[in-house]
């Protein structure tokens, strides 16, 4: 009888412990006021294109450590501020029709900058490339920032150009983000 107590109190204790493992870990969505856009340069002045379309996920494990982020972007929703023949051109150079969407999913890594780094792979017009993003602030005051520098080239991408080519945007692009966190 002292052993089957024993026992019961031991399953008790482990479905307890394991109840509040899984109460630690959390899920935060990407809130309203949210902001990921993509800065350039061309031939003819410097451009900027809102991704107006966008949902993402950044769970924590037990500990509160990011255990896994999820992002995806719709690309016919970027907007290059220039009309509808601009984001045209946009959409072509993503091959939007074949990849409607860019993602990126990761988990928490070191970084040498920021606050919080995320090691995973974007996807942009079918091509995925390992990258480790930083980013300042953090889960629990709900607000991350941040920037990554990346390239048409990184993705096979012909970069948009206008005039007949008269006008070429430069290879070199630096993607930023300012994130509200909602759990």
Known sequence: MHVMK????FLFVILISSSSLLLAQETYKL???????????????????????????????????VSEVNLT??????????GPDMNAKIYKALHEPEHPQMTFSGK????????????????????????????NGSL?????????KIKFSDFSIEPPSALFGKIVCHDDLLVKFDLNLVK
């Open 31 to 65: 809130g309203e006021g949210s902001r990921i856009w993509v800065e350039g340069t061309s031939t003819l002045r410097n451009w900027q294109a809102e991704v107006g379309t966008f949902t993402g996920t950044i769970s924590t494990d037990a500990s509160g450590d």
């Open 108 to 135: 928490k890594a070191a970084t040498p900058e920021g606050d919080l780094g995320v090691y995973g792979t974007l996807s942009i017009g079918g091509v995925s490339k390992a990258l480790l993003v930083a980013a």
């Open 73 to 82: 972007m719709d690309v016919k929703s970027m907007d290059g501020g220039r």
């Open 140 to 148: 629990q005051s709900g607000k991350l920032t941040g920037e990554h």
């Open 6 to 9: 024993n026992k019961v109190l």
